[in-house]
């Protein structure tokens, strides 16, 4: 059963900086990507980034610059979503999901809210 854990959510000011963590645990055959989503209240769920198993990385248009992903070499199924420069439209819950035999997966976390407000 495939676990995801989710944390570093939190409230902070406009221009600020937080910095996400994400495990992906229990019975994975291959992830062959693992992507950071955000839906927003009364929005669709959006892809923000995501990094490949050969260390390719995209970025939505909205979070370039801004936003970067990363892996833990050290710990396998660990991804990282440092974002700086916030803007109050950053505000969603972030969620972190593995691609799996060319799917996202169906199973979610329960995501950690990040909330840019002054």
């Known amino acids: 059963q495939l676990q995801i854990v989710e944390s570093g959510g939190g409230l902070v000011q406009p221009g600020g900086s937080l910095r996400l963590s994400c495990a992906a645990s229990?019975?994975?055959?291959?992830?062959?990507?693992m992507g950071w989503f955000r839906q927003a209240p009364g929005k669709q769920r959006e892809l923000v980034a995501d990094?490949?198993?050969?260390?390719?990385?995209?970025y939505a248009d909205s979070v370039k610059g801004r936003f970067t992903i990363s892996r833990d070499n050290a710990k396998k199924n660990t991804v990282y979503l440092q974002m700086n420069s916030l803007k109050p439209e950053d505000t969603a819950v972030y969620y972190c999901?593995?691609?799996?035999?060319?799917?996202?997966?169906?199973?979610w976390g329960q995501g950690a809210q990040v909330t840019v407000s002054s």
């Open positions: 990094v490949t198993s050969d260390g390719t990385t995209n």
């Open positions: 229990g019975s994975i055959f291959r992830i062959e990507a």
């Open positions: 999901n593995p691609k799996i035999v060319g799917r996202w997966n169906a199973i």
